[in-house]
């Protein structure tokens, strides 16, 4: 196993846009593993291939409270949703940074599990929230993304200066 570098706003390969798996592989399954004690390290509620620049579309979310229910979810995709709810997020791609973004309250998924089997489930609350959350970072967008030009501008600006006093 090995914790992957995750990529922090706003580098342009969070902008990318991952490809559909077309076959669980070993190489998948060693992602996915990856992903997973890079997430629970980091710590962090969920992580998308693209945060680790690989660009294929596999998120993993755990919101549980004993951090033991990983979600798996290659090509997923929302088929439905309702209600509208509002949740401060935060990104380990964006640290320490912190907004309130609307979100579905409500979606019902379709994706492939590990096995390569399709499987379908509701989610609501902060599972829901984690999941379209990930599912952004598939399609090349980051939750700054939903803030207004001046509150992206300040935090991009604050990203630029951590990432130059730390390098």
């Known amino acids: 196993m090995a914790l992957l570098p995750i990529l922090q706003y706003p580098d342009p390969r969070l902008y990318q846009k991952a490809a559909p798996v077309r076959e669980i592989t070993q ?26 620049d690989v660009h294929k579309q596999i998120i993993i979310v755990d919101t549980s409270d004993a951090r033991d229910t990983l979600l798996v979810l290659i090509n997923p995709e929302i088929l439905a949703s309702e209600g509208v709810q509002y949740r401060e997020e935060g990104c380990l791609s964006v640290p320490g940074i912190y ?10 998924v379709r994706a492939m599990a590990l096995d390569g089997k399709l499987f379908e489930f509701e989610s609501e609350q902060l599972q ?6 990930e599912m952004d970072h598939l399609r090349g967008k980051v939750f700054v993304d939903y803030l207004s030009r001046l509150k992206r501008n300040r935090i991009r600006a604050k990203m630029q200066k951590q990432q130059r006093l730390s390098a």
């Open 128 to 133: 829901a929230v984690c999941i379209q959350h």
């Open 27 to 52: 190489d998948i399954r060693d992602l996915v593993r990856d992903l997973a004690e890079t997430m629970y390290s980091a710590p962090g509620v969920g992580l998308a291939a693209t945060q680790v």
């Open 99 to 108: 907004e309130s973004v609307e979100r579905a309250e409500w979606i019902h």
